[in-house]
């Protein structure tokens, strides 16, 4: 089956790092997305990878391991406002999303 | 990047009613627009995949004589809840993506709804 597992919450310090770990299993593979959703408000697109690799785009970057089946999330001097659910989706053969349960992540001073 | 619009942002209902609700891309056509439920703490649930001028596509479990889609035109599709229950009450968001190989999903503002 299809699958996509995060960990359910995790709590960081403004002006920290985080790494959100995000493992998934489709049936193929069209790319893993990365999207923030702040409480009461929809999703909104931070990345996509395709090719193994980290990509940067400026405090956030996503790194993917297509071997490993393995993408993480990673924010940089994190602020206040990052504090929200990440959501993590696999992109399979049919060009459909796999969503995961979305990772909450807590900013504390 | 493309704008989808979704209408109502909230609405509260009696219990038995019909609701609409819309969502638009402003500025691209979308063959293909998603429909999702969110309760709250948990993650999208796709309930259904609306098609321009073909039958949605039902994920399992949900019910379409329920949950009734329409897509009658490019930039248009309407989810209407019929004969709304309180267990109905939920954040429903829509989506839609620039052709069907493209990733990155536009979403709609959402649409709360409560059930009385």
């Known amino acids: 089956g299809q699958n996509i597992d995060q960990p359910t919450e995790m709590t960081a310090t403004e002006g920290a790092i985080v790494q959100i770990n995000c493992t998934y299993q489709?049936?193929?593979?069209?790319?893993l997305f990365w999207y923030q959703q702040h409480a009461g408000e929809a999703p909104t697109f931070l990345s996509y990878n395709v090719l193994d690799g980290l990509e940067e785009k400026g405090r956030f970057s996503s790194f993917l391991s297509r071997s490993k089946g393995y993408s993480y999330l990673l924010l940089k001097e994190l602020q206040m406002k990052d504090s929200a659910s990440y959501l993590c989706?696999?992109?399979?053969?049919?060009?459909?999303?796999?969503w995961g349960a979305g990772t909450k992540l807590i900013i504390k001073p | 990047g493309a704008v989808v619009s979704q209408h109502p942002s909230r609405v509260i209902c009696k219990s038995g009613t019909s609701v609409k609700i819309e969502c638009r891309s402003l500025d691209f056509q979308a063959t293909t627009m998603f429909w999702y439920r969110q309760f709250p703490k948990q993650s999208l649930m796709l309930m259904a995949t609306?098609?321009?001028?073909?039958?949605?596509?039902?994920e399992q479990g949900v019910e379409k004589d329920k949950f009734l889609i329409n897509h009658a035109s490019l930039t248009l599709s309407t989810l209407t809840v019929t004969s709304a229950h309180p267990e109905d009450s939920s954040f429903y968001i829509c989506s839609a993506r620039v052709g069907r190989e493209a990733g990155e999903l536009f979403f709609g503002e959402g649409s709360r709804l409560t059930v009385l």
């Open positions: 609306s098609n321009e001028g073909s039958k949605a596509t039902y």
């Open positions: 489709t049936s193929g593979f069209n790319g």
């Open positions: 989706a696999g992109m399979d053969s049919n060009y459909q999303l796999i």
